[in-house]
C-alpha cells in the first residue's frame, strides 16, 4: 500500500496545474453522469425523483431513438419577457417543431425561468415556480406513480408499478396529432392564435358523436361553436350516434382515418402518404384553420424543412360561413388564397388593423362614420368617396336591404346617401345594402359582381366640419368677423384650459388623501376603497341584487382605467367589530384565489365599523333562477357542464389554494352565471371572515336548509365533507330541475324530499321519471346514471363514506369508476 501512495504522489507533484485539474474533474464528471443516467436511463424512461429546470440550453427527457424532446423551450410573451414552455418538440431537425406543450384554464403554461417540474409519486409531474407555488400538474391520475416514458412516438406516459397508464400527453392533445395517437369522441385539437402566440385560437379540428370529423370556428373567449367550414360526411345519413368505441387514428403507416366498432374505417387521407419510418410525420390545425399532413425527411440536408402532404379543406375563404362571430378573416377584412392553399387577409382600403401583431384579426375605419357625423354635412354623398371591388363580397353579412332591378349607379347612390350603409354588392341587377361590421369578406372571381365601399373623402379620422362650409358661403367682411371672434376667444380659451386642469389636480390631490388606492396595500391583489367610495358607485346603495345570512348585495359601477365597470358591492352584516388584522390576513388569503368557476373578489372596505367587499359583477343571475326560473328546462349538456364547472371551484377551494377554504353554504343562489352561462362559485371565504379564530364548529349551523350535512346537527368537527353534501344535493337539483325540498301539502306523496325520492328512481331504474323523461338526458344515459350516482355518494350521511371533491370531478369526468351507491340514511330536514 505504501508503495502505491508514494507513485501517486510522485505522480501528483510531476504534473502540471491544468493536469493535475483534469484529473480531479475525471471523479467530478464521472458522479454527474452517473446521476443523469439515474434521473433517465437510456430507454427513454424517467425514474420518480427527476427534476426539469427552465433555464437556457436545460437538458430536456429524450425518447430512446432520440426523436423526441420533453422539456422547456424558452420563448417570448407579448411584453417580451423571457419566458419558457412546458413542451414535447421533434429533436432532430433544425426548427425542433413543437407537438405537445402544457396547457392551464385557457392559455398555455409559460413559467418563468428557474421554475421547475417534478416527477413525484403522489402527484405525477408538478410544475412549481422559483417560490415554490404550484403552476400546474398532470390532471386525473389515480394510483401511485412508479416512471415516466417518454415514448419514440412523441407521448409522454405516466406509469404504475404493472406499466399501466395513469396520464399521457396524447389524452391532452394541442394542436397536433402524431402517427399512433387517437382521438376519442368529443376531443379537440386547438389551433394556436398566431405562429409564435401558444394561446387558444378559434379554429378546432374535432370527432363528433355523429362519427363526423369536423373544422370549425369558436368565438372567442367562449366555447361557443360557429357552423362547420368542413365536414367528412362519412356517416352516410345515419341519424343515431355512434358507437362508443368511435375513433379519429393516425395509425403508424401515415394513415389518418375514422374508426367505429372494429370493422368499418373511413379514410380522412385526401393525398399521397409517406412512410413515418423514413420521416417525420404529423397533422396540425393551423393558426389561420387549414388542417395539414406533413412529412420531413429523417435524413436531411441544411435547407429542407415540413413539406405539406394534403390539407382540408381545398379554399378555406369559401368554405367558411358564420352567421354570427369572425370567421377565417376578422371584420371588414378580404380573404384570397395563397398558393400554398393558405389564407390571406387584408383590410378593405381605408381600414386598418385593429391588432396591428394580428394579421387575420378584425380591421377599423379610419375615418369616423354614422348618422350622427353625417349630420354635420348637408349632404352625405359629398362627404364620401368610393372604392370599387371587383368580385368581393360578404356573403349573408349584415344584408338589411335588397334593392332589384337596380344599376351601378343607383347601387352606388344609394348606399351614399344612406348614413347606415358601408358598402353594397351589385350582382345580377340585385344591390344588397350592408351595415358595419362586414364579415365573410372574400374575393369570388366565379360569380361577376362589383362591390362598392364608403371611405370619407381624404380618408380622414376627422369629418369635414361645418365651418368650411360657412366661410365658402359667406363674402370676405363675414370672414374677418368670425377669424376675429376665433383669435379673441383664443385666450378665454387658454384661460378656461388652465383652470380646469387645476381643478382637475386639485380634486385628484383631494381624492388621493380621501380613499385608499391599491398601493395602500402592497402584499393583497384587492383594491382598498373608502365607504365614500362604494357609496357613490352605488348611488347610496340603491339597486339590490340579493341577501342572505352574510349581507346585502348591490350593483355599482366603478371606473377603472377610464372605463366604467359594473360590480356587486356586498355589505356584511356579522362581521368582527374587533377584528381588523383578522379580517385583512384572511382578505389578503381569499384576493389571491383566482379560478375560473370561482366569482373574483377586487376590492373591500375596511372603513371604521363598515365591511364591504367589491366583486366581479356577473349578468346572468344565479343557478337558481336558471334551474327554476323558467317554464322551458334547460339543455342537458349545458346543466352537466355547470354541475362539471362547481365540482372544479370547489375542488380549487378544497385543495389547490395555499389555505383550504371551506365554503359552508353552498346552493343554487350562491352560483352565478357569467355571460356565457360558466358557473362562478360565489361567497366562498365568508365563512372564516365571520368564524374567525375558529377552525371548526360544534354549534353554530351554517348554511340553508335541505342542503345542510348531517354533522352541522350531531356536535361533529366541520371539515370540506360538509360541501361535498352540499354539492350532491345541487348536483340532483341540476339533473331534475327541481328544487331539493317541496311543498309537504301541495307535492306529490314520495317526492318531498329529492335525495329519497332520486334514490328510489335509481334503485328502481326510473331515471327517465327522474328527468321528466327529457329526451336529451336519456340520450346521455350513461352520463346521467353516472351523475345520479355520484350524486347519491356526496349524500351519505357518514361523512367518511363521501368522496373528496377530486374524487367527485374524476367521476363525472369520467375518468374514475362510479360503483352503485348505498342508501343515504335519510335525517330529518326539521332538526
Not at 357542464?641 to 380549487?652: F, V
Request: with cysteine; aromatic share 10%.
Amino acid at each position: 500500500m505504501y508503495p502505491c501512495l508514494v507513485l501517486i504522489c510522485f505522480a501528483w507533484t510531476s504534473m502540471t496545474l491544468s493536469s493535475q485539474l483534469v484529473f480531479l474533474l475525471i471523479p467530478l464528471l464521472f458522479f454527474l453522469s452517473t446521476n443523469y443516467v439515474f434521473a433517465q436511463t437510456n430507454n427513454g424512461k424517467v425514474n420518480l425523483g427527476a427534476s426539469l429546470f427552465a433555464a437556457e440550453n436545460s437538458s430536456p427527457w429524450l425518447s430512446q431513438n432520440g426523436d423526441f424532446a420533453f422539456g422547456f423551450r424558452q420563448l417570448r410573451n407579448q411584453d417580451d419577457d423571457i419566458l419558457f414552455l412546458l413542451c414535447i418538440w421533434y429533436a432532430n431537425i433544425p426548427d425542433k417543431t413543437i407537438v405537445w406543450h402544457a396547457n392551464g384554464e385557457t392559455d398555455p403554461v409559460m413559467v418563468p425561468r428557474g421554475s421547475q417540474l417534478n416527477l413525484s409519486a403522489n402527484h405525477g409531474l408538478l410544475l412549481t415556480n422559483p417560490q415554490g407555488q404550484e403552476l400546474w400538474k398532470s390532471e386525473s391520475i389515480v394510483g401511485d406513480t412508479a416512471r415516466g416514458v417518454m415514448s419514440d412516438e412523441g407521448n409522454f406516459i405516466i406509469e404504475d408499478n404493472n406499466s399501466e397508464k395513469l396520464w399521457e400527453s396524447f389524452k391532452y392533445p394541442t394542436d397536433t396529432i402524431l402517427p399512433s395517437q387517437v382521438l376519442d369522441i368529443g376531443q379537440v385539437l386547438s389551433s394556436h392564435q398566431s405562429e409564435t402566440n401558444f394561446s387558444k385560437g378559434r379554429f378546432q379540428f374535432c370527432l363528433r358523436k355523429d362519427g363526423n370529423v369536423v373544422l370549425k370556428t369558436i368565438n372567442l373567449p367562449s366555447d361557443l361553436a360557429n357552423e362547420p367550414y368542413y365536414a367528412s360526411d362519412i356517416t352516410g345519413g345515419r341519424s343515431n350516434p355512434m358507437t362508443a368505441t368511435t375513433q379519429a387514428v393516425f395509425n403508424e403507416s401515415g394513415y389518418l382515418y375514422v374508426s367505429i366498432g372494429n370493422s368499418e374505417m373511413f379514410n380522412l387521407t385526401q393525398g399521397r402518404v409517406v412512410s413515418p419510418r423514413d420521416n417525420y410525420v404529423r397533422a396540425t390545425i393551423s393558426f389561420d384553420g387549414v388542417f395539414t399532413q406533413y412529412f420531413h425527411p429523417k435524413k436531411f440536408s441544411s435547407n429542407v424543412s415540413w413539406t405539406p402532404l394534403w390539407s382540408i379543406p381545398n379554399n378555406i375563404c369559401f368554405s367558411t360561413y358564420v352567421s354570427a362571430g369572425i370567421g377565417v378573416c376578422g371584420y371588414n377584412a378580404i380573404c384570397s388564397l395563397k398558393e400554398d392553399k393558405r389564407p390571406k387577409c387584408e383590410c378593405l382600403e381605408g381600414y386598418s388593423l385593429i391588432n396591428p401583431n394580428d394579421s387575420y384579426g378584425s380591421c377599423k375605419p379610419d375615418f369616423i362614420q354614422g348618422c350622427k357625423e353625417d349630420e354635420l354635412i348637408s349632404s352625405g354623398k359629398d362627404a364620401y368617396d368610393v372604392v370599387e371591388l371587383r368580385n368581393g363580397g360578404w356573403p349573408g353579412s349584415a344584408d338589411y336591404m335588397k334593392i332589384s332591378s337596380s344599376t351601378r349607379e343607383t347601387c352606388k347612390d344609394s348606399c351614399l346617401t344612406d348614413c347606415l350603409c358601408v358598402a353594397a354588392v351589385l350582382r345580377g341587377g340585385t344591390c344588397w345594402k350592408k351595415r358595419f361590421p362586414l364579415s365573410n369578406g372574400r374575393v369570388d372571381n366565379t360569380n361577376p359582381s362589383i362591390a362598392f365601399i364608403k371611405i370619407r373623402k381624404g380618408n380622414s379620422t376627422f369629418p369635414t366640419l361645418f365651418v368650411p362650409k360657412v366661410i365658402k358661403k359667406n363674402q370676405n367682411g363675414l370672414i374677418h368677423v368670425i377669424l376675429g371672434i376665433l383669435s379673441g376667444s383664443v385666450c378665454v380659451n387658454f384661460m378656461l384650459l388652465g383652470a380646469i386642469c387645476m381643478g382637475i389636480l386639485f380634486t385628484r390631490k383631494k381624492k388621493s388623501e380621501r380613499s385608499p388606492s391599491p398601493q395602500d396595500d402592497p402584499e393583497s391583489n384587492l383594491r382598498c376603497y373608502s365607504y365614500k367610495e362604494l357609496e357613490e358607485a352605488t348611488d347610496d346603495f340603491k339597486d339590490e341584487l340579493g341577501h342572505g345570512s352574510f349581507g346585502i348585495v348591490y350593483k355599482g359601477h366603478l371606473i377603472q382605467t377610464n372605463a366604467s365597470i359594473a360590480v356587486a358591492v356586498k355589505k356584511l352584516s356579522s362581521i368582527l367589530k374587533d377584528g381588523e388584522r383578522e379580517f385583512k390576513a384572511e382578505l389578503k388569503s381569499i384576493g389571491q384565489i383566482h379560478h375560473k368557476n370561482l366569482v373574483r373578489l377586487l376590492g373591500y372596505c375596511n372603513d371604521g365599523a363598515n365591511r364591504l367587499l367589491v366583486y366581479e359583477y356577473l349578468s346572468n343571475n344565479t343557478l337558481a333562477s336558471f334551474l327554476f326560473g323558467g317554464i322551458i328546462r334547460p339543455c342537458w349538456n349545458q346543466r352537466s357542464e355547470l354541475a362539471l364547472g362547481i365540482a372544479k371551484g370547489l375542488l380549487y377551494l378544497h385543495e389547490e389554494c395555499n389555505t383550504q377554504i371551506i365554503h359552508c353554504d353552498i346552493k343554487p343562489q350562491n352560483i352565478l352565471l357569467d355571460e356565457y352561462n360558466n358557473a362562478k362559485i360565489s361567497d366562498f371565504g365568508l365563512a372564516k371572515l365571520l368564524m374567525i379564530n375558529q377552525s371548526h364548529t360544534h354549534t353554530a349551523i351554517r348554511g340553508t336548509k335541505g342542503y345542510v350535512a348531517p354533522e352541522w346537527f350531531r356536535n361533529m368537527a366541520i371539515t370540506s365533507k360538509v360541501d361535498v353534501y352540499s354539492f350532491g344535493v345541487v348536483l340532483l337539483e341540476i339533473i331534475c330541475c327541481r328544487r331539493n325540498v317541496l311543498d309537504m301539502e301541495t307535492s306529490v306523496e314520495g317526492k318531498e324530499i329529492l335525495t329519497d325520492w332520486a334514490y328510489d328512481c335509481f334503485r328502481e331504474g326510473s331515471l327517465d321519471v327522474l328527468v321528466d323523461y327529457e329526451v336529451e338526458a336519456l340520450e346521455d344515459k350513461k352520463k346521467l346514471e353516472t351523475y345520479v350516482m355520484v350524486s347519491m355518494w356526496c349524500v351519505q350521511e357518514n361523512p367518511s363514506l363521501r368522496p373528496n371533491m377530486r374524487k367527485v370531478t374524476q367521476m363525472l369526468e369520467g375518468v374514475v369508476e362510479v360503483h352503485v351507491p348505498p342508501c343515504p340514511t335519510p335525517y330529518s330536514i326539521t332538526t
